[in-house]
């Protein structure tokens, strides 16, 4: 590289889910979730390694789909891409405690106006960002809520109404990258649940095996067309099945018809159970991080003021667990287990920084 390169720094520094540089939201998010997997990375060291490889330049443009989850696969992590995702697939990566990036307007997100859907009408879908899905609460049935990690504004559990997510999502073709296994925290919680299977026993009041059936559904249909009806008789499944399959209920109003042996493609899951989770601690992948000298990046002595960062941390693991305790009360017990996976992942990122 004959010029150097300078990124100008945009984050916050005591918050450790902030991206430090304008265009590093992917590299962020993927950084987050080797963390939760148990490996000792900074954001610095993943910016290094990304455009080592060519899959970042610093010049504003960020990483190309194609190219979000090349670090996670070559630090150990398996997983998937995926564009024409809907939310039953989100749904079930979730239900697996598997961890998922996807893409998004952040506009239609953080602005939410006029601008941005002027923007989508005269301009087109401008998908500029990535982002952790974190969990989806059914608290309230008629107001479902995603939550996400948004490297961008540094929030951790950062909900947002299910269409208003939506929508920005459908903004980069639903594109979606998931992890194939449990983090290791989701692992040791399912075991300690008795979750033998590998995922929740159920999703929104809807068993497993049901949910899978209305996911391979989803992917037969015009979902534009008939999306929002699916979605309405998923919601309201436990209240009118009646123990009739759901063929019956599909036929019941006037859905196209189902095919139960209909099978769609999906991510490859790993068996978390049996999956070795100890090689991963190890970083001999990176190559010496910082060996390029072109590369002007913070000076690594720079004071993050540690403190300020746990305190902050605190803070947003005191919120998950007053929200998991307010769904278990609730008897919404899905819900009440994907705050708990968002404290737990939390209390690790604490354990963490103080023993780094």
């Known amino acids: 590289m004959d010029e150097k390169l300078t990124i100008n720094t945009v984050g916050d520094f005591t918050n450790p889910y902030q991206q430090t540089y304008p265009d590093t939201c992917a590299i962020k998010s993927q950084q987050l979730i080797m963390n939760d997997f148990g490996i000792p990375v900074s954001e610095d060291q993943c910016v290094e390694y990304s455009i080592q490889h060519g899959w970042y330049s610093g010049d504003g443009s960020g990483t190309q789909c194609e190219d979000v989850g090349k670090l996670l696969v070559n630090s150990g992590i398996p997983c998937t891409q995926r564009c ?43 998908p500029d960002h990535a982002l952790i899905v974190a969990g989806i609460d059914m608290t309230d049935p008629n107001n479902p809520m995603v939550v996400v990690t948004d490297p961008g504004t540094g929030d951790c559990t950062k909900a947002y109404p299910m269409e208003q997510f939506l929508d920005a999502w459908s ?89 139960p042996d209909w099978m769609t493609p999906s991510t490859t899951c790993v068996d978390s159970f049996s999956f070795d989770y100890t090689n991963l601690c190890d970083t ?73």
């Open 171 to 259: 903004d980069s073709n639903c594109y979606m990258v998931s992890t194939d296994v449990a983090a290791p925290a989701q692992t040791e919680q399912m075991m300690s649940n008795g979750l033998v299977e590998g995922h929740l026993e159920q999703i929104a009041g809807v068993d497993y095996d049901t949910f899978t059936q209305f996911q391979d559904y989803s992917h037969h249909i015009d979902y534009t067309e008939y999306g929002t009806q699916l979605y309405d008789i998923f919601q309201n499944y436990p209240l009118i099945s009646d123990n009739n399959s759901i063929y019956d209920v599909l036929t019941q109003y006037d859905m196209p018809p189902f095919d």
């Open 284 to 356: 001999d992948w990176l190559n010496s991080p910082f060996a390029n000298p072109e590369i002007d990046f913070l000076n690594d002595n720079m004071d993050y003021q540690q403190q300020t960062t746990i305190d902050k941390m605190q803070e947003n693991l005191n919120f998950a667990h007053e929200h998991a305790q307010q769904c278990m009360d609730n008897g919404m017990y899905t819900a009440a287990t994907m705050w708990e996976n968002q404290a737990n992942d939390i209390e690790n990122d604490i354990n963490n920084i103080l023993n780094s």
């Open 84 to 126: 024409d995702a809907n939310v039953y697939d989100l749904a079930n990566e979730l239900a697996q405690g598997h961890k998922v990036i996807v893409g998004v307007d952040s506009g239609e997100l953080w602005n939410d106006g006029l601008v941005d859907w002027l923007k989508d009408l005269f301009v087109g879908d401008t």
